[in-house]
């Protein structure tokens, strides 16, 4: 497994085991015994509370942060090179589930995020271009995000959920904004692009 897909899996991990923000819907502090039952049910993970050992909970407003430690397991197997590499992996007492079934899923999950982002700059560009009669004209995202924040963008989204940088190619009558998706490499099948014209 290579070292990109072993830190996507701990990043999963992290959500489950650490710093999880939790939102309160009730009024008062989000309770050690809520955040278990919580955390135990995320995801439709459902494990038995036992598994989840929260450490610290730390409430602000509306929004609580709490570390936890969740019981993971790992099985491994060797490839055909004898190399080996994270096969599958089980929380609690739960049945195992395939770590490539969980990173496909991951990443559907972020090139859906990363388009939503992309169609809000889009959005924002041809707002530009609508009072300005063209599009910017640059070739890299700063100048972009310069123009448009804050009249046309008011958040700032400057990475993609890769943490690569967003590419924006633009002049003025036409653009293409794109990231370079789970591969993270540019101009291959997993990209994520959207363009004026859409």
């Known amino acids: 497994m290579s070292k990109r897909n072993v830190l996507i899996i701990s990043l999963a991990l992290v959500a489950l085991s ?13 309770s050690a015994k809520e955040a278990r039952r919580l955390i135990a049910r995320m ?19 509306n929004s609580a942060t709490v570390t936890a430690e969740v019981e993971t397991a790992f099985r491994f197997e060797k490839d055909g090179n004898g190399k080996w590499r994270v096969a ?16 496909k899923a991951l990443n559907a999950e972020k090139t859906s995020r990363a388009r939503a982002e ?25 100048a972009l995000l310069d123009n448009l924040h804050p009249r046309y963008l008011k958040r700032v989204v400057r990475v993609d959920p890769w943490h690569q940088p967003y590419e924006y190619e633009g002049s ?3 653009f293409v904004l794109r990231s ?15 363009s004026s014209g859409r």
């Not at 650490?18 to 009730?26: F, K, N, Q, V």
């Not at 995801?43 to 407003?61: E, F, M, W, Y």
């Not at 007492?93 to 079934?101: G, P, S, Y």
């Not at 700059?121 to 271009?129: G, K, P, S, V, Y």
């Open 118 to 142: 992309l169609e809000s700059i889009a959005t924002a560009l041809e707002a530009f271009r609508r009072e300005r009669g063209g599009f910017p004209e640059s070739k890299t995202q700063a």
């Open 180 to 194: 370079a998706g789970p591969d993270e490499k540019a101009n291959t099948a997993d990209d994520v692009t959207v």
């Open 172 to 174: 003025r009558t036409s």
């Open 88 to 103: 599958e992996i089980r929380t609690g007492d739960r049945r195992w589930e395939d770590v490539d079934t969980l990173l």
């Open 43 to 61: 995801a439709g993970i459902n494990l038995p509370s036992d598994a989840v050992r929260i450490k610290d909970v730390s409430s602000l407003g």
């Open 18 to 30: 650490a710093g999880i923000t939790l939102r309160t819907s009730a009024a008062g502090d989000l």
